[in-house]
């Protein structure tokens, strides 16, 4: 029987191919600016670019799952009950270091607005914006997969780090368009890097009790959108964000919620494993 030749490096494979294809897409990003396009027309373009990890995922799916469907894939991450009380808290913890930062903000900020939007329209805008150019592009590729294949060979924590990391180098070259310069553009790197992957570690405990893509949606979203709504100096935002999501990482760690990020490997995470039968691939997941 003919199989398909999987690839031996996925995840590295993934990583790699989400670059070579977000490098061209952001120049255009970039292009439409300076060319002074409509700003609906760069905001396209912004989301096109967010989406480029799930290209690249989609591009190697047959490569990396040899025989399975892609839209199946795609339903079996949304596919689990989502729990109240996982979700209730994840936003509970993020919308408390919203208010901590506001009122920081508050009483250190000389702007005469706190806040970004100024009417409910621009809000609800900022929100789907938000939303489009960011978790909903994002999460399939760097959750949904490259999390959970390195948590099949690491532990949860480990993987955490991992794709943090290169989560966080993706968008090196969003950094060179901050305006920021020498000791400035390297403070606003380190917290970058803190913040998101201290992120990522949220992410992965409250995805793993749930095992629903939604949960690392909602956390993406309400991190990035909660961060643009404050009126602030940026390096100031994200030093308030990187401490913040820093200590909620690190109690995570030391809390450990039902091993979700260490532990027992078998308790930690579900496992997609491959079975054949009579030529037959199916997927069965292990708890």
């Known amino acids: 029987m003919n199989r398909e030749t999987k690839l031996k490096r996925p995840v590295a494979s993934f990583i790699l191919l989400t670059n070579i294809i977000f490098l061209p897409l952001f120049c255009l990003v970039g292009a439409t600016s300076m060319l002074g396009f409509p700003k609906w027309i760069f905001d396209v373009m912004l989301c096109i670019s967010a989406w480029s990890s799930t ?37 509970m913890i993020q919308a408390f270091i919203f208010l901590m930062i506001l009122f920081i903000v508050t009483n250190t900020s000389e702007v005469d607005s706190i806040f970004t939007v100024s009417s409910w329209g621009m809000l609800i805008y900022y929100f789907f914006n938000h939303l489009l150019a960011g978790p909903l592009g994002e999460e399939l590729g760097w959750r949904g997969f490259a999390q959970m294949e390195l948590q099949k060979k690491h532990s949860p924590l480990k993987a955490s780090i991992i794709i943090g990391f290169w989560w966080g180098m993706w968008h090196l070259p969003i950094w060179f368009t901050t305006g920021l310069v020498g000791i400035d553009l390297i403070k606003y790197i380190l917290l970058f890097m803190i913040a998101i992957m201290s992120t990522k570690i949220v992410m992965t405990a409250f995805h793993n009790l749930n095992q629903n893509l939604i949960v690392p949606i909602i956390i993406h979203q ?59 691939i199916r997927w069965r997941e292990k708890i």
């Not at 040899?66 to 339903?75: E, I, T």
């Open 222 to 280: 309400f991190f990035n959108f909660f961060m643009a709504l404050i009126n602030g100096k940026l390096i100031d935002l994200l030093m308030y964000n990187a401490i913040f999501y820093f200590v909620v990482a690190v109690l995570i760690i030391i809390i450990n919620p039902k091993n979700v990020l260490y532990g027992k490997k078998d308790i930690n995470v579900i496992h997609a494993k491959q079975e054949e039968y009579g030529g037959e």
């Open 55 to 91: 290209f690249a995922f989609a591009i190697l799916f047959k490569k990396i799952y040899p025989g399975q469907s892609f839209m199946q894939f795609v339903k079996d991450k949304f596919k689990n009950k989502l729990k109240f009380s996982v979700i209730f808290i994840a936003i």
